[in-house]
């Protein structure tokens, strides 16, 4: 695993934006889900007309632990979304698990342009191998 020290987390995805979404509420995660994806990469995801199109199969809100639920499903990909607010100023470290690749991103304001990958899985881990 590749990553820049930005802030510290847990996370099992295949996809993730720290971006604002208005679905998503405070203190929440958006999941969006997209069953019949296969393949391990990335852009099998991102390249997916369900995922272009913006129309998950599934949408749920994670509270507590920014974690996917892990052995669930099979032939799937999900992006995980939510507005992050530091506590304070300071340097955060950021942690990446997932099965199969997966990449985080963070912007610094809420347009998805402006992203910038920190971390990133080629293949499979362990949930919770950091």
């Known amino acids: 695993m590749k990553h820049n020290p930005v802030a510290r987390w847990a996370l099992a995805a295949l ?3 720290a ?6 509420q405070s203190n929440a995660v958006l999941r969006e889900v997209f069953w019949g994806i296969g393949g391990n990469a990335v852009s099998d995801l991102t390249s997916s007309p369900k995922f ?3 129309t998950p199969d599934e949408e749920t809100l994670l ?6 639920p892990t052995d669930v499903l099979d032939n799937y990909g999900q992006r995980l979304r939510a507005l992050i607010r530091a506590p304070a100023t300071g340097q955060y470290t950021f942690w990446i698990a997932s099965d199969d690749a997966s990449d985080l991103y963070l912007s610094t304001d ?5 992203k910038t990958r920190i971390a990133w899985v080629a293949s499979w881990t362990s949930s919770r191998e950091w």
């Open 15 to 17: 996809f993730f934006f």
């Open 19 to 24: 971006i604002p979404t208005v679905r998503a």
């Open 52 to 54: 272009i199109a913006n």
């Open 63 to 68: 509270t507590g632990l920014f974690e996917a």
């Open 110 to 114: 809420a347009n998805p342009a402006t």
